[in-house]
């Protein structure tokens, strides 16, 4: 069996595709090819409103997953040609992880029968990401997880463990993509993995920044720093029931959006917009340090991935928050932040093409292993 394997991620940012081509051949896995893509402003925008019922939203969101699926192949012919410099051709990847663009996160069970058990929803069409690059396509990975009472995510603790878990030691690793998810990586192989979203990671911060300066993020952190936290606004924040759940829990733009913020603005009408980006980064931070402290406080090591690496501001937060903790990009532990996540989903397509499981039931709540997602041969 061929060990290559094409693993593409969009997340909650929405900023848009991440892709890589990794080689299972040994350990650690080996990156052979990165490439990326970015979604335009205006489907962004389609994205986003796609996240809350609309008008003709059917029509939309089988349209919007068709390009989601173009933009994907779009990433694997980068990714393909950058391969062949390496000898390696399509017919050599054994399959594409595709994990599509989530809209909709509903995994509650809203009553104890079989119509209600809840739903995740990732637009992209496989059958066209298969036509398109002529390899086989995994897709649907959360559904299967759900299905057997799990939240469907987040599914990355498991690989997680599989690159960053260290002998006798145990290691935290915090994903700061649109949400923020942390693993925690036991010292003991025959222990759980333990793993949740936190919160809002970069979903808010980008969302207000994009409102108030046109930007799509705060490079950096910096229009962040430039303001101030406003501590009666960050415990209106905090007090959201979500952060006070028990894992397994999962969450998305369903809640952390910015009608959310908006209703929680309020009573705050005469604010600066730096002092309230100021404040949502202290938002992510500080629930993300709660969960660390709660969840990994025999951790000597967070090591943090996604888009939120860059923002150096929230690193510094965080660092100051978790004195007894060294804060380390990914990329000093092998993988570049952005491809955290893209490896991940190649590593959950291999789970599934050997017909392994793919999910931790100690991290999703479900009710036993599972062999993840739906295979579209080429």
């Known amino acids: 069996m061929q060990p290559y394997y094409i693993g593409l991620m969009s997340g909650t940012s929405l900023d848009g595709v991440d892709g890589v081509l990794a080689d299972f051949s ?23 409103a796609l996240n ?5 939203e059917l029509h939309r969101a089988a349209r919007a997953g068709n390009k989601i699926a173009v ?21 050599d990847v054994h399959a594409i992880g595709a994990h599509g663009q989530t809209v909709r996160h509903q995994p509650q069970r809203i009553a104890p029968t079989a119509d209600g058990i809840g739903y995740t929803l990732q637009l992209i069409n496989p059958s066209l990401l298969a036509e398109l690059t002529g390899i086989d396509v995994v897709a649907d990975l959360r559904s299967r997880d759900i299905a057997a009472g799990g939240q469907g995510a987040p599914l990355v603790p498991a690989f997680h463990f599989h690159v960053f878990g260290q002998n006798e030691t145990m290691v935290a690793v915090l994903n700061l993509g649109g949400i923020a998810n942390l693993s925690v990586l036991p010292a003991s192989p025959n222990a759980p993995v333990l793993g949740f979203d936190c919160g809002p990671g970069n979903a808010l911060m980008d969302a207000w920044c994009l409102r108030h300066t046109g930007q799509p993020f705060d490079a950096g952190g910096t229009w962040a720093a430039s303001g101030q936290c406003l501590p009666d606004l960050l415990l209106q924040l905090r007090s959201d029931p979500y952060f006070e759940q028990i894992p397994p829990k999962s969450t998305g733009r369903d809640l952390f959006s910015l009608s959310w913020l908006e209703d929680k603005l309020r009573g705050f009408p005469a604010v600066a917009p730096q002092d309230i980006q100021n404040t949502l980064t202290e938002l992510t931070a500080s629930v993300c340090i709660d969960c660390v402290n709660h969840y990994a406080k025999e951790s000597k090591l967070l090591i943090v991935c996604g888009g939120g690496a860059f923002n150096h501001y929230l690193i510094q937060r965080l660092q100051a928050g978790l004195p007894g903790l060294r804060v380390d990009s990914s990329a000093q532990h092998g993988l570049p932040p952005l491809q955290v996540e893209a490896a991940a989903f190649a590593w959950l397509a291999r789970q599934t093409l050997t017909r392994q499981s793919g999910n931790l039931p100690s991290v999703t709540g479900a009710s036993g292993p599972r062999i993840l997602g739906a295979i579209y041969p080429a």
């Open 71 to 91: 933009t994907y192949a779009a990433v694997v012919t980068q990714l393909l040609k950058q391969a062949s410099q390496q000898g390696i051709r399509a017919a």
């Open 52 to 56: 809350t019922p609309s008008h003709n």
């Open 26 to 48: 040994g350990k650690p896995l080996r990156i052979l090819a990165s490439a990326s893509a970015t979604f335009d402003a205006d489907f962004r925008a389609e994205l986003l």
